[in-house]
Structure formats: structure tokens, C-alpha cells
């Protein structure tokens, strides 16, 4: 993450500072009094969401971590229909949610060679 990675800095404290930053930005644009799913990787790192959890407690928000399996299904779905999404080229980034300018198609679609003689 630049510039923490142009710095002699220890792995584990660059991790450290990522996490405090994302936390710290998510906190942020939360409204109060609001209940918030955490899936995929994120759901998976407890320091992550047990700071998270205390900065969103400061504005009387929620913060719920489902089960491992309940998690990755529900991450794993979206990533099926982003993909979807982007074979459709329909805009897969929506602005109202990235906070962009613009709805924006993300992703590549990598197709296998075709095979001579077919």
C-alpha cells in the first residue's frame, strides 16, 4: 500500500495501519443507528471486526459477523453476479454505492484459446 511500502516498515505494522485506516473510514460513513453484515475476507479477521465493531458502537451502530459458511456463500454469490454483470457489460460499480461519478464496468474476460480444426 503506497507509500507504507516504499518504508522500512514491518509487515505486521503495515497491516496494523491498513486496518486502523479502513475501520477508521468505514466508522465514518456509517449513519448512526444503522446494522451492518460483515462477509468475505473481512468477516474472517476478528481484531478487524472487534475494532470495527467498538468504533461503530460510538454512534449506536451494529456490527454482525454470520456464521464462516453464511459469509463466504453470500460473498461468493456477488462475485458470481458481478461476473455476470460483466459478460453482460452491465455496469458492475454502481456510483450510488463506490461514491464515483460515474456506474462503471469492472473486470476482464479471458476466453480459452480456440482450437484449430473446430
Do not use: W
Not at 486496518?19 to 478487524?48: K, P, Q, W
Not at 471486526?49 to 459458511?69: D, Q, R
Amino acid at each position: 500500500i503506497y507509500p507504507l511500502d516504499q518504508m522500512e516498515i514491518e509487515p505486521r505494522d503495515i497491516l496494523r495501519s491498513y486496518i486502523e485506516f479502513a475501520s477508521d473510514e468505514i466508522a465514518r460513513t456509517i449513519r448512526s443507528n444503522t446494522c451492518l453484515l460483515v462477509t468475505g475476507g473481512g468477516a474472517h479477521h476478528r481484531y478487524f471486526t472487534e475494532l470495527l465493531s467498538g468504533k461503530l458502537a460510538k454512534k449506536k451502530s451494529m456490527l454482525t459477523v454470520p456464521e464462516n459458511v453464511i459469509a463466504d456463500y453470500k460473498e461468493s454469490i456477488l462475485m458470481a453476479y458481478a461476473g455476470l454483470l460483466r459478460l453482460e457489460n452491465i455496469p458492475n460499480f454502481i456510483s450510488e454505492a463506490t461514491g464515483a461519478k460515474t456506474d462503471t464496468i469492472g473486470g476482464a474476460v479471458y476466453l480459452p484459446p480456440l482450437k484449430s480444426g473446430i
